[in-house]
Nanobody
Framework: QVQLVESGGGLVQAGGSLRLSCTVS????????MGWYRQAPGKQRELVAD???????NYADSVKGRFTISRDIAKNILYLQMNSLKPEDTAVYYC?????????WGKGTLVTVSS
């Protein structure tokens, strides 16, 4: 079992920045893929960014150049640095870890971007 706890969400004005953190209950060194997803009201959950155990990263087109995913392996934390935030980035952001054949989710953290 893997527990994921997100933090760092909040209210920010358009153009501002936030850094989300996902604290993991076990070593993240060998986790196949970790990622950030988001779900806006009335919409499906979508991938924001992910990172593999080999440190390859992948971003949704809508956040490329503005968001950066990273890991602190020593602290077992996954980050999402979000810059130049837009009102359309408003959503609940979820951390995900894919370990072998099981997908684990955190409970999410709300990000609200005001115009």
């Amino acid at each position: 079992q893997v527990q994921l706890v997100e933090s760092g969400g909040g209210l920010v004005q358009a153009g501002g920045s936030l850094r989300l953190s996902c604290t993991v209950s076990r070593s993240i060194f060998s986790i196949n893929v970790m990622g950030w997803y988001r779900q806006a009201p009335g919409k499906q959950r979508e991938l924001v960014a992910d990172i593999t155990s080999g440190s390859s990263t992948n971003y949704a087109d809508s956040v490329k150049g503005r968001f950066t995913i990273s890991r602190d392996i020593a602290k077992n934390i996954l980050y999402l640095q979000m810059n130049s935030l837009k009102p359309e980035d408003t959503a609940v952001y979820y951390c995900n870890a894919f370990v072998r054949i099981v997908s684990y989710w955190g409970k999410g953290t709300l990000v609200t971007v005001s115009s």
